[in-house]
């Protein structure tokens, strides 16, 4: 899909997850999943609780009934501020398969399979789906770093997640 011929960005009313961590000691939103909908695919977004990322699940809600085509992903996280001796993106486990289900149906829109990439993954739906509420739900992580050499804290992390498709 080429971006001349892509879906409109839909608008994002609200974004709830099952879980997103909080700095011990700290009162912080630095990764409340509504960092997900900022714009921002260098750094930033959500991240699960410590080793609640198992089935971990992510709700966006819209203003207005729309027409999902696709979803583009930015997956693993990256800290706003990382050390500059290291890669973050190993530090944090980064989705390696999800579920995508409208409007609470039982039956999944989509199951995406995320290549362990930095870069924008755009998921296009096999049909069009009208939908209020979408859920993803993570099944699966990437937890390697290059040569072994990083081990990931246990958390799961998305830097952006955009909908594509028209209003209703």
């Known amino acids: 899909m080429s971006v001349s011929d892509r879906p409109e960005q839909l608008p994002v009313l609200a974004v709830t997850a099952s879980s997103y961590y909080r700095a011990a000691g700290r009162i912080t939103d630095l990764y409340h999943p509504a960092r997900l909908i900022e714009g921002r695919k260098d750094f930033g977004g959500w991240i699960s609780d410590l080793g609640c990322w198992d089935g971990a699940w992510l709700e966006f809600s819209f203003l207005h009934p729309v027409v999902l085509a696709a979803v583009e992903i930015v997956n693993g ?59 993803l739900v993570v099944r699966d992580v990437h937890r390697l770093s290059p040569a072994g050499a990083i081990k990931p804290f246990d958390v799961v992390g998305l830097r952006s997640v955009e909908w594509r498709g028209r209003p209703d």
């Open 77 to 135: 996280f990256v800290e706003e501020e990382p050390n500059r001796t290291r890669d973050d993106f190993y530090y944090h486990l980064r989705v390696r398969a999800a579920e995508i289900a409208a409007d609470g149906a039982a039956t999944p829109l989509a199951c995406l399979t995320f290549a362990d990439a930095k870069t924008p993954q755009v998921f296009p739906f096999d049909r069009e789906r009208r939908a209020e509420k979408v859920r």
